[in-house]
Each structure stands twice: as structure tokens, then as C-alpha cells.
């Protein structure tokens, strides 16, 4: 009878041993399913994050041309007459690549950095119907245009560079550029 309850007992140990082997090849093999699935979402969200960045950065580059071209219709003398220079074609352009580039920020969200773009695109537009109306109204002046313009038509260009200023603080916190070990470039 002794036989059998060492047998007994060496089998149980041996059920035992693969119970817990058993237990513990499952809770590794959840741990790794788990760590993937965090993976995955981690790469969705860093995809996410990449493509708002880029949609951020063209709507910027898009200012930037809105900004050049601003600024080369203010250095210049208002023409004689009208229909304006082809200056004021190209200005017009870019602001409608800047406002196509709005509506894409504005899709990408969140609310935030859309509404930054939404004013910054209005602070552009009104900046250029001042200045078109200014250029219209000093038509063979001998002066740039930015020496004819008054205090007020020269705010809506302050306005402009505050709004994109504005719009990029919003958009660095929406991409976690508040967060602690966040690489700013200067």
C-alpha cells in the first residue's frame, strides 16, 4: 500500500507541475497578447500624432507663403491703376492654399488647434482686403503701400502674426509639446 501512495503522490506532483506550467504558459502567453494590443494602439496613436503634425506643418508653410506675399504687396508701390499686379494674384492664391490647408487642420482637430486654424485663416483674409483696399485706394501713389497704411490697417497684421502664433502654441500642446521630455527645437 506504501507503493501506491508514492505513487499517488508522484503523480499528483507530476499533474501539479504541469497544472502550474499549464497556468503559467497561460498568463505569459495574456501578458504577451496584452503587450501587443498596447503596441498596436501605441502605433495608431504615433501614426495619429505624425499625420496631425504634417497637416499642422503644411497649413504653417502655407502662412509662411501667405506671409511672403503680404509682405511683398506692402513693400510695393500701389499700382496706377486698376486691376492690381499679378502681386496680388499671387497673394490671393496662397490664401487659398492656406484656407484648403485650414479645413484639412480643422478635420484633424481637436477643437482647439481647429479653432486657432479657423482665426488665423480670418486674421489672413481680413489682412488682405485691408490691404487691397488701401492699395485700390492710393492707386499711383509714389510710396510703398506700407508707408500709406494707417495704425489700424497695419493691426490687422499684428493680428495675423498673434493668431499664428497662437495657432502653433496650440498645436504643440495638442502634439504633447507641454508634456515633460518633449524635444523642442528652437
Not at 502550474?20 to 502605433?43: D, H, I, N, P
Not at 499625420?51 to 511683398?72: D, N
Request: with cysteine.
Amino acid at each position: 500500500m506504501t507503493d501506491n501512495w508514492g505513487a499517488v503522490i508522484s503523480a499528483a506532483s507530476a499533474l501539479g507541475g504541469v497544472g502550474l506550467t499549464g497556468l503559467f504558459g497561460v498568463l505569459k502567453s495574456r501578458q504577451e497578447r496584452l503587450a501587443q494590443q498596447m503596441s498596436v494602439r501605441e502605433e495608431r496613436r504615433s501614426a495619429h500624432r505624425l499625420e496631425r503634425r504634417e497637416t499642422y506643418i503644411r497649413l504653417m508653410a502655407a502662412m509662411k507663403k501667405v506671409q511672403r506675399a503680404g509682405h511683398i504687396c506692402r513693400v510695393a508701390v500701389p499700382p496706377s491703376s486698376d486691376p492690381l499686379p499679378q502681386i496680388w494674384q499671387d497673394y490671393f492664391e496662397a490664401l487659398e492654399v492656406l484656407d484648403r490647408e485650414a479645413e484639412y487642420v480643422r478635420l484633424e482637430g481637436p477643437p482647439e488647434v481647429s479653432d486657432a486654424a479657423r482665426d488665423l485663416n480670418s486674421s489672413a483674409v481680413r489682412s488682405y482686403y485691408v490691404l487691397e483696399t488701401a492699395a485700390k485706394a492710393h492707386l499711383g501713389a509714389a510710396q510703398p503701400l506700407a508707408t500709406l497704411l494707417s495704425d489700424e490697417q497695419m493691426s490687422n497684421h499684428r493680428e495675423e502674426i498673434t493668431r499664428l502664433h497662437d495657432f502653433i502654441a496650440s498645436a504643440r500642446r495638442a502634439l504633447g509639446g507641454e508634456d515633460p521630455g518633449f524635444a523642442q527645437s528652437q
